[in-house]
């Protein structure tokens, strides 16, 4: 990795602008999430695991961003799907989510999504595989 | 290898932009539901020891999907949690857009709950649990409890 001070600083503002780009986009969801329906909404805010998701998934954005151009950009998306995939399964625990809303117990079997969720990851992670492939091959190449 | 990537590219993007307008409008729609309970109407015949409670509910389903399979279970117990009465009410659907008004009935036979008619006020515990199948994919449970007062005869 060819770097210099004026390339480092480019990296880390790119990495930060993936990062804020992340917590934008959730507090964009958050506040519409608050209108439509704000007792889910509240909930989510208040959940430490949401907030914790959150803060991983911008940590794994800025590293995503730091490291273009190179293949441990690869290494950063792949570590992030299997964050992701990692923490759906953790909160799932028995395939059901329960909140309780104004005294109201309500649990939901997110078992279908999950599966979405699942195999959306998947179609994901062998993109990142692919790609990091390719861009070996082309490193080869040239 | 480029066109593998570009596909997967294209059918990531697809799930996900899929996944995201299902999740929103999934949440939009469970905050769009309205539930009201009317008053609960009892009635107590001291002669026959018999307690009848009926129960009005409106459901206004304003989201974008269906209510499916609805099961809608209330337990009448007494202040020591002993069962006094159940009812099983079942829907098939609410379709998105409608207003259901659902009547449920209990008749609890008091013969071997004496002291809830002698005593002149008696709470009395109503449980319900809801099952239902949201968007035909998201089996929901709702439990939930409230108390009613039962005036009995006594002084």
């Not at chain 1, 990062?19 to 959940?47: D, F, K, R």
């Not at chain 2, 020591?80 to 609410?94: G, H, K, M, P, R």
């Not at chain 2, 929901?140 to 002084?155: E, S």
């Amino acid at each position: 990795m060819k770097t210099n001070g004026k390339k480092i600083l480019l990296r880390i503002a790119i990495g930060f602008g993936y990062a804020i780009a992340v917590i934008i986009g959730y507090l964009a969801l958050n506040s519409l999430l608050l209108q439509t329906a704000p007792s889910i909404g509240e909930h989510i805010i208040n959940n430490p695991f949401v907030n914790a998701f959150i803060i991983g998934l911008a940590i794994f954005a800025f590293a995503s961003g730091f490291l273009r151009e190179t293949i441990f950009k690869y290494f950063a998306e792949g570590g992030m799907i299997f964050f992701m995939m990692g923490m759906a399964i953790y909160a799932i625990d028995g395939r059901s989510l329960g909140l309780t809303i104004q005294n109201i117990y309500v649990e939901a079997d997110v078992s279908i999504i999950l599966t979405l969720f699942l195999f959306a990851m998947i179609i994901d992670l062998a993109r990142v595989i692919l790609s990091a492939l390719n861009y070996l091959a082309e490193k080869e190449e040239a | 290898m480029k066109i593998a990537i570009r596909a997967l590219t294209i059918a990531s993007v697809a799930i996900w932009i899929f996944f995201a307008a299902f999740s929103v409008t999934l949440i939009y729609s469970a905050g769009a539901i309205k539930v009201e309970t009317s008053n609960f109407e009892t009635r107590l015949d001291a002669n026959r020891m018999m307690l009848f409670l009926k129960i009005q509910m409106l459901i206004d389903n304003g989201g974008l999907y269906d209510l499916n399979d609805m099961e809608i279970k209330i337990e009448l117990y007494d202040w020591y949690e002993s069962l006094l009465a159940e009812n099983i009410t079942f829907v098939e659907i609410i379709p998105h857009g409608s207003k259901v008004l659902l009547t449920s009935s209990l008749t609890a036979d008091l013969s071997d709950h004496s002291e809830l008619i002698a005593v002149s006020s008696n709470p009395l515990l109503l449980r319900y649990k809801i099952k239902l199948n949201y968007a035909d994919i998201l089996p929901i449970k709702i439990n939930g409890n409230t108390t009613l007062t039962l005036q009995g005869g006594g002084a």
